[in-house]
Structure formats: C-alpha cells, structure tokens
C-alpha cells in the first residue's frame, strides 16, 4: 500500500514593479533591492523555517519557546560547477524554553527543528546551525 506524504503549496505574485504578494493577505513586500536582497530574503526564510519547525515540535513536547536567530551566508561562485550560490550559511538562534528540557531532550528537539526546516533541507549548502537554549551552548 502506498502512502501519500504530505504535500505543501505555496504562491506568491510579483507585479511589474516587483512588488510581492501573498494570496493568504498580510502586508505587500516592495521591491527595495538595496535593503532586501534576494539573498536576504533566502536567510530571512531560512530563519523563519527552521524556528517555525522549532516551535511546533517544542510546543507538542509540552514546552513554551521564545525565539530568536540571526542568518549569515556568502555568495560565491562554487568550485565543483562555477555557478554562484551560497557556499557558505551559518545560523544563530537563541532560545528561552520553559519547562527546560534534559539534555537529550533538547538535543532531539534541535535535530527535529534542523531536519523538519524544509528550506534549509532544500539549500545545496548544508546550514551551519548555532543554539544557545537558556543561556547555554547546543551547537
């Protein structure tokens, strides 16, 4: 018997003047080249996956998480196919959880989060993640 795994659709529309939109609502994101790069929105949607993901599986744990992370990534050209990419991405997120977990706990609640980030899955270059959780160091 085969199973379906879940499947995700998402869209979004940019007008001639490069303005994004969302067919779920919210606020339009202009286009400002200077201030949100395409690159900058691919770190920001990074970020947000991967503490989204979090979230969800910290909460089913039974715990209450408070978040926040900070992307940085370097675009070059790849040496095994000379196209550009990001070669490099490293990912700080710092984190209050309450109750806090035992420490195996934890490990498995950041390898959930990590592996369940379906863009960090998606990139060819594999996220570097950093986590300070309570205050101490789960890199």
Not at 20 to 38: D, M, Q, Y
Request: glycine share 8%; aromatic share 8%.
């Amino acid at each position: 018997m085969n199973v379906r795994a879940r499947t995700f659709s998402y869209d979004v529309a940019l007008d001639d003047e490069w303005t994004a939109t969302s067919p779920l609502g919210g606020t339009t994101l202009p286009n400002e080249e200077k201030a949100w790069s395409p690159e900058h929105l691919v770190l920001a949607g990074l970020c947000r996956c991967v503490l989204t993901s979090f979230h969800y599986h910290a909460r089913r744990a039974g715990h209450e998480p408070v978040s926040s992370a900070a992307a940085h990534g370097v675009v070059t050209r790849r040496e095994e196919d000379g196209i550009f990419a990001f070669v490099e991405i490293r990912v700080d997120i710092s984190m209050a959880l309450e109750p806090a977990p035992a420490t195996d706990g934890l490990r498995a609640l950041i390898d959930r989060g990590e592996q369940d980030c379906f863009i960090g899955a998606s990139l060819t270059v594999k996220p570097d993640y950093h986590w300070t959780v309570n205050g101490e160091d789960f890199s």
